[in-house]
């Protein structure tokens, strides 16, 4: 699903507003990571010897990268203003907090399952962008359906929210039965569907690049 608004955000790379070019390069780190879990399933299908290790390395590399290109994006969109300190903390406790998560919580382990993380991040850019829709609720004046900041956001909120709840409750208790961990699981095949398709809308209503006018 992320390779549909990733080509077509590809195709329009020069043109586009370039505040918005991390999404771009969100879906397409989305879109090798499900090349590349393809790939894994297709080895352990078909047996063909390569490390399963592999697929929780990519992954975990995979959700450090994503995690600071939607800080990127929130910092091009205004959201820190002039507070650079700001961002230059969030970003580096999110490169310290993945490190100690897999290297001292996990015993130097960079394929090992790390949710604290994952729960860190998610919490962190789910404020941030709840703060994002507060402002274009007070500042946009056209309808926010048809402003690609706000689909983002709202697609970021629909994945994250429901991930620290349910991630947060697996990880305080051991013992969550089948059925829980099956609806979980059909809830997010569903649910990444409907938000990859509002990311599309989102690259498809991102503004032209920024004229500016030259003065001599």
């Known amino acids: 699903m992320p390779g549909i608004p990733f080509f077509i955000g590809l195709y329009r790379w020069r043109r586009l507003d370039e505040r918005y070019l991390p999404i771009v390069a969100i ?3 989305a879109f090798v990571n499900e090349l590349f879990r393809c790939l894994q399933l297709l080895n352990y ?3 063909l010897g390569w490390p399963l290790d592999l697929s ?3 992954y975990n590399l995979y959700v450090l990268i994503i995690s600071l290109l939607f800080l990127i994006l929130f910092k091009n969109l205004g959201v820190f203003g002039t507070k650079k300190g700001l961002f230059r903390l969030i970003f580096g406790l999110f490169v310290v907090v993945w490190f100690l998560d897999h290297f ?3 015993g ?4 090992g399952i790390t949710k604290f993380f994952r729960i860190f991040y998610s919490f962190v850019l789910s404020l941030i962008a709840i703060q994002k829709i507060n402002n274009l609720v007070v500042t946009e004046k056209n309808t926010l359906f048809k402003n690609p900041a706000f689909l983002i956001c709202i697609c970021m909120l629909s994945f994250f929210m429901p991930y620290i709840i349910t991630e947060c409750i697996m990880l305080f208790i051991k013992s969550t039965s089948p059925v829980f961990q099956r609806s979980v699981y059909n809830y997010r095949k569903i649910s990444n569907i409907v938000i990859y398709l509002i990311y599309l809308l989102a690259i498809i209503w991102i503004p032209p690049k920024r ?3 030259q003065l001599s």
Do not use: N, P, R, V
């Open 104 to 106: 001292i919580l996990k």
């Open 27 to 29: 879906m397409g780190t």
């Open 211 to 213: 004229q500016f006018i």
């Open 56 to 58: 929780l390395i990519g």
């Open 108 to 111: 130097h382990s960079i394929h």
């Open 45 to 47: 299908g078909l047996k």
